[in-house]
């Protein structure tokens, strides 16, 4: 059986109205399936799957008054687990330099924090937060990954502590 990528990524959300209206309005992804779950044990959860592009979807779940689930808790995977924030990020591919430098452009146009392009030699990215605080980035592959690629080497220097091109978010 051919694989075809994910079928979607689930995440979590405190405020499904504000992600609903970034994914939809800032972001373009429209939602193609909303639904309440009534939990067995109280509460219940919305839970809305937005487009991503080429069948792949992007899923938030929303609990409202679930028992064991915290009413408060923080969605932005890298804060809570006390993580730098290029751990855990979700890249969305655009084809092109120039429809990266488009939606750079967008992005700022709509009010969104955005860093400059960042060259990691093999795919030119951008990156920003959603309003969970989850890591974004926009790609587009610069080349085609060879054989080499799939080494481990050293290839680069990151700085966990200071500045670093995946968070240097900027309003221009």
Known sequence: MARKGFSHVGLSTLDMDRTRAFYEGVLGFKAVRCDTMQ???GGQIRHVFFDAGD?????????RGV???PGEYDAGINRGLGLPDMFYHFAFEVGSL????AKRAELIA???RVTPVVDHEWMKSIYFKDPNGLLLEYA?????LADDDARMQA???????GPSPVTDFRDR
């Open 39 to 41: 939990v067995k044990e």
């Open 55 to 63: 069948g792949q979807l992007l899923a938030f779940m929303e609990p």
């Open 67 to 69: 028992p064991g689930v």
């Open 98 to 101: 120039e429809a990266l430098e």
């Open 110 to 112: 709509k009010g969104v």
């Open 140 to 144: 587009c592959w610069t080349r085609e």
């Open 155 to 161: 290839r680069s220097t990151v700085s966990l502590r």
